[in-house]
């Protein structure tokens, strides 16, 4: 899987929109980005994907760039909730088929301030 | 409508001994993957299962295995303990045929 580089760590306040940005310059064709969360003391949470066009859903939304190299999650109104490690992640799994191994960096931790 | 559920959820095991962890998944789910979790690590991918079949393995040595069973759980075993073992390790589960993992919260292993 091809890499990804995210800040180690961002900081926002409560009910503020947060960007978190992701570079993957090495993206291949087929690759999608794919984000996931991980709160305190559980396992990684899906939170979307997509492959070129900008997807919404009821968590997120996420803005990919036109050249594909760079992508960044945006949750439009951040609650204490939201504290958590963010993980960007590239694999080839997204459309109709189930994903292979998914390769986690080591995440953006995003501190909300209340 | 259960999640992954993983057990037990804490344990602890001497060097050189085996442990197996047990893993059922969401219901609907044919598909059950495991990982690794060192702390302040992200998770990193041992292998996947599919129709009791290993579908895909990362780089994890040979004393890491594991099985699927015919109703789709899955255990994880991990022989010859090393110190380096201990870990949260992760089981996510899966269809093979539409995009999305659920991921358990996982078993905390420590090995003395």
């Known amino acids: 899987d091809a890499k990804t580089t995210q800040p180690n760590s961002m900081e926002s306040n409560e009910e503020e929109p947060v960007h978190l940005p992701c570079n993957h310059s090495?993206?291949?064709?087929?690759?999608?980005i794919h984000w996931y969360r991980q709160l305190p003391s559980q396992g990684p949470e899906y939170v979307i994907h997509?492959?070129?066009s900008n997807v919404n859903n009821r968590m997120a939304s996420l803005a990919i760039a036109e050249d594909r190299k760079s992508s960044t999650l945006i949750l439009h109104r951040a609650t204490l909730r939201d504290a958590a490690v963010y993980y960007c992640?590239?694999?080839?799994?997204?459309?109709?088929?189930?994903?292979?191994?998914?390769?986690f960096g080591k995440g953006t931790h995003l501190i909300i301030q209340p | 409508d259960a999640g992954v559920t993983q057990s037990p959820t804490h344990l602890i095991k001497t060097r050189g001994q085996q442990v197996t962890l047990r893993c059922s998944p969401k219901?609907?789910?044919?598909?059950v993957s495991w990982y690794q979790q060192a702390l302040g690590q992200g998770p990193q991918f041992i292998f996947q299962?599919?129709?009791?079949?290993?579908?895909q393995r990362g780089n994890f040595p040979d004393r890491f295995s594991g099985h699927q069973f015919p109703n789709y759980s899955s255990e994880l075993n991990v022989n010859a303990l090393l110190l380096g073992d201990s870990a949260l390790y992760l089981c996510?589960?899966?269809?093979?045929?539409?995009?999305?993992?659920?991921f358990g919260s996982g078993t905390r292993l420590t090995v003395v």
């Open positions: 996510a589960s899966s269809r093979i045929d539409i995009y999305g993992y659920t």
């Open positions: 090495t993206i291949s064709g087929t690759d999608y």
């Open positions: 997509g492959l070129t």
């Open positions: 992640i590239l694999n080839s799994g997204g459309s109709g088929g189930g994903a292979d191994g998914l390769t």
């Open positions: 219901s609907g789910h044919d598909t």
């Open positions: 299962y599919y129709e009791e079949e290993e579908r």
